[in-house]
């Protein structure tokens, strides 16, 4: 069954998460750009940990992928041409059987260098680097060709200023030498992607929290127009209420609360307030001799009608009695 309750101004007022969102928007106002900001800042600087990591941990793994096949390959090819007098053919050979699988994956370049420093074989084969000193292809990188696996692997700039990772161990403890050289770019390559992806990805979130502030901020000046459209035409209507010695009721007969216009207040004397009245308060202000509102009202509702028509006596502060005329149209809404 639905409940009478008289919607407007009383139903709007009774509901104190109203009252609150009221008083609480000026600093949500504020404190809803600032917290956007602050989220972004955070998502981003996490995002940069996160990638700056996971350079961290590529760079890590190529040097160890490097530093592994070096070594593999330098036990090989030092097996393979003991005791002999290694040629060319030889070192290329070695060097095709002891490959592993996608030693030149990802850009790496294997060179062999006999005992003169000369390289002999290369993987991928590359005839125009076969027969030209190791240098000319690593540089003068002196760390990398003296110390050999004990300097571990460097970054380096190539003769045709190339960033790379390179790395070089000797044969067998002697001059001949194995160098493994990959362009920084490709290290990288997934790295950039992951990048791209997560930029991409915060431009878009960044995007969007943007059109929703947009959006908040564009309601909450509509709605405070509304609002001051409101507040003219409440004003002029309660002008016009005060010139005609009018009163207005607003009822909400299921929570036994009404709303006055300041006119009402003015009529009977009170000091004007916004908040709502309880029935008690109104039924002490009515002469005892015409009848009970509530009573009226459930027999109004019982028999149907819609329409008061009445003359009754309220008190004013004064202590003198004013008559008073209640035209109401009773309304059943679902509460």
């Known amino acids: 069954p639905r409940k ?3 919607s407007g101004h009383a ?14 928007e000026p600093l949500l106002r504020r404190l809803i750009p600032i917290l956007i900001a602050i989220f972004l800042v955070i998502v981003g600087l996490a995002r940069f ?35 002999d007098d290694a040629d060319e053919v030889t070192f290329l050979n070695a060097l095709a059987d002891s490959l592993p699988p996608g030693a030149t994956s990802d850009g790496r370049r294997i060179y062999v260098a006999d005992d003169s420093g000369r390289i002999v074989a290369t993987a991928p084969r590359d005839a125009d ?42 044969i067998a403890g002697g001059p001949a030498a194995l160098a493994i050289v990959m362009p920084l770019a490709n290290v990288l390559d997934e790295w950039r992607a992951d990048v791209s992806l997560n930029v991409a990805i915060f431009i878009g979130t960044s995007a969007i929290l943007l059109v929703i502030l947009y959006g908040y901020f564009a309601q909450s000046s509509r709605a405070q127009e509304a609002d001051e459209i409101y507040s003219a035409t409440h004003e002029r209507f309660e002008t016009a209420l005060m010139r005609g010695r009018c009163g207005l009721w607003d009822w909400d007969l299921a929570r036994g609360r009404m ?16 908040d709502l009245i ?58």
């Open 278 to 335: 309880g029935f008690g308060e109104v039924q002490r202000m009515i002469h005892p001799d015409d009848g009970d509102l509530m009573a009226l009202a459930e027999s109004l509702y019982d028999k149907g009608e819609e329409t008061v028509d009445r003359m009754f006596r309220m008190r004013h502060t004064a202590g003198r009695w004013i008559w008073l005329r209640a035209r109401a149209e009773l309304v059943d809404r679902d509460s």
């Open 129 to 170: 680097h076969e027969g030209i000193p190791l240098t000319e292809v690593i540089g003068e990188a002196q760390p990398l060709t003296i110390f050999g696996a004990r300097a571990g692997v460097l970054e380096i700039t190539l003769p045709d200023e190339t960033e790379a990772l390179a790395t070089v161990h000797h």
């Open 49 to 83: 940990v996160e990638l700056y990591q996971l350079r961290t941990e590529r760079d890590y793994d190529a040097r160890e992928t490097m530093s592994l096949i070096a070594t593999v390959l330098a036990g090989a090819l030092g097996t393979a041409t003991a005791g």
């Open 259 to 274: 709303f006055w216009s300041r006119s009402m207040f003015e009529i009977v004397g009170e000091d004007q307030r916004d």
């Open 4 to 6: 009478t309750t008289v």
């Open 11 to 24: 139903r709007l007022l009774a509901r104190p998460a109203y009252q609150r969102l009221l008083a609480a």
